[in-house]
């Protein structure tokens, strides 16, 4: 459970990290219009830490040296301004330093550079680490794209209808979610913006990424955002393209990522239900086995209801055993779980340097290490919820118990 | 003699059981009394209801009718809480096969009807002077020795002995014993009547069931129990 919770939590952060706070936009790929007015807007408010654009489409992607493309994800983005507002900076490996110069060439500062999603540029080890070069060479990719109207049609008539420029590599960004990371190119967000055709004759992006300050609620940063959008839509109805406005949502970074995260959480709660489950079975065992206990112990139950035991006594009694067998028993199976969950990686490491078994296979799954954190909540309540399951087992046998007539049991029908 | 000379009393106690589908009518009306300090003896054919009557003296089986008094009071006005109380504070009661809890000693055996109505603090207040009773019983029972022994390790009339003291243990107005030598040879189960003519010389009131007529012929008063009537 620890183990799952901590994979959800740090799945749900590392959406976090990607998104920022809050995001006001479109899937459309046309984008809207009037961001940087809103933008700006937006900065001024005294919840708000920091607000960037970001161009969103797809491309296909080929080196320079080949005629094969691959499709991938666009982002353009202003790096320094987008490193503020979600956790940009920090995926980087070679500008983890200074984010704001991620597409920066070294050695020629004019070429135009890109960052890409790490998967994409090299593979994944068994260890889930990748390979980086200390001095990685510019290498050169195609980046094409077919640029789209305020009206969604085609930009471009006739045999050129796309727009294709060269960027060269600058850094690789490791966000840690699979599909992030093997499907996105990062460009800077003009460049973007030209090759989308975002660039005129209004200028358009497809989202707004948005950081509140420290302590503000998310969800009420949200709705005030999505005030600001409303009033923000009243004042812009009637302008050029104003009509793009319409299709924008405001969601915080939860609703965002939900198709993302809903399946964690499913698997999440399917979790807990087989651990519900596996508690109710629990409760049956304890059951069964207290049942079994008490029918040995028939002939004691009636000598101490015989020298004036109550019911409650009786009931007490065994409830009291129950208690203690749950309180030992949670007690060992928390020292236990401790133990597994501070090694587990020290174990699954072992098991694969000798077994070749790893709990989710690195080269596959976007995971470094499994989550070790102890969740204090979960402990006390798996805990209490164990201690009582020994009580819920153990209540049925010891009212049976106390019910028991002293003359039946210590067999007074022995005429 | 008046009414409130006897300790415990019994009238028109009916008591029937269901074997199988047959309901068999044990007590027929049975009437007993019995004086404070009286060693009374119960005797009758197996079967014939001995050890019902005892228990239901003892309130651990209720009459289906009849009323059973102790010190004047009728037992069937009594509620759980109270009867709990009679149990354990008013009668002690010794079992012909002994049933003492295994998984405790002698001496705990001795004490637990005293452990019984304390709550862990009373228990924790009470506990020096009640194993001090304890040992001293142990003593008067000749078990001193065995105190920290299991039920195990004893013999059959050791057992009955430590049975004895635990009976004895909240100085109880009223010993009832149910075949206390039944289970014992003839040199054993005497030891165990010299002790119970010793109690009842020593103030005690005891009602003891036997099928043995030698061994009632120890008590002071013998009652015959014959097809569910005192005869």
Known sequence: MTVMDGLVGDFKRKNHNYTGDCVVGTESLVGFTYYEDFARIAEKADYVEAVTPVIKSYVLVGAESSSRNIGAELTGVDAAGFSRVTGFGRTLHYHKNDPSKAFNIKGDANLPGFVIGVDMWSARNEKGGYYYDPNPAATALSVTCFPLTAKGALAKAGTDMANTKTFYFSDCSQSGLARVDGAIIYLPFDEAQVLCGMNEPAKRASWIHIKFKQGTNIEEGCQKIREMWAKFCDEYKGKDNADLLSQVSVQSWKEHRRESIAGMEKEQAMLMMMFGLVGLTTVFIVYVVFY??????????????????????????????????????????????????????????????????????????????????LDLTMLVVVTGCAILACLAGAVLPSVGAARARPADVLQVSQL | MSKGEFIIEAQGVYKSYRMGAAQVQVLKGADIAVKKGEFVAIVGASGSGKSTLLHILGALDRPDKGVVRFEGRDLNGMGGGELNEYRNKMIGFVFQFYHLLDELNVLENV?????????????????????????????????????????????????????????????????????????????????????????????????????????????????????????
């Not at chain 1, 206990?293 to 007490?316: E, F, N, P, R």
């Not at chain 1, 779980?337 to 709990?359: A, C, H, K, T």
């Not at chain 2, 019984?116 to 304890?134: E, F, N, Q």
């Not at chain 2, 100085?171 to 010793?198: H, V």
């Open chain 2, 111 to 231: 004490i637990l009807p005293a452990m019984v109505p304390a709550g862990i603090i009373g228990w924790m207040s009470k506990r020096a002077g009640v194993k001090k009773r304890g040992l001293e019983l142990l003593k008067a029972v000749g078990l001193e020795e065995r105190a920290t022994h299991k039920p195990y390790q004893l013999s059959g009339g050791e057992r009955q002995r430590a049975a004895i003291g635990r009976a004895l243990i909240n100085e109880p107005r009223l010993l009832l014993a149910d075949e206390p030598t039944g289970n014992l040879d003839s040199a054993t189960g005497n030891g165990i009547l010299e002790l119970l003519e010793r109690l009842n010389r020593a103030g005690q009131t005891i009602v003891m069931v036997t099928h043995d007529e030698r061994v009632a012929k120890r008590a002071g008063r013998i009652i015959t129990l014959a097809d569910g009537k005192i005869k």
């Open chain 1, 292 to 373: 079994m206990i008490i029918s040995h112990k028939t002939k004691d139950i009636g000598i101490l209801k015989s020298i004036g035991a109550s019911c409650g006594d009786v009931i007490v009694l065994f409830l009291g055993f129950a208690a203690g067998l749950g309180v030992i028993g949670s007690a060992v199976g928390v020292a236990g779980g401790m133990l597994f969950l501070r090694n587990i990686n020290r174990i699954e490491g072992w098991l694969f340097e000798r077994f070749g078994f790893q709990l989710w296979d690195r080269t596959i799954y976007a995971i470094g290490e499994i989550p070790h954190r």
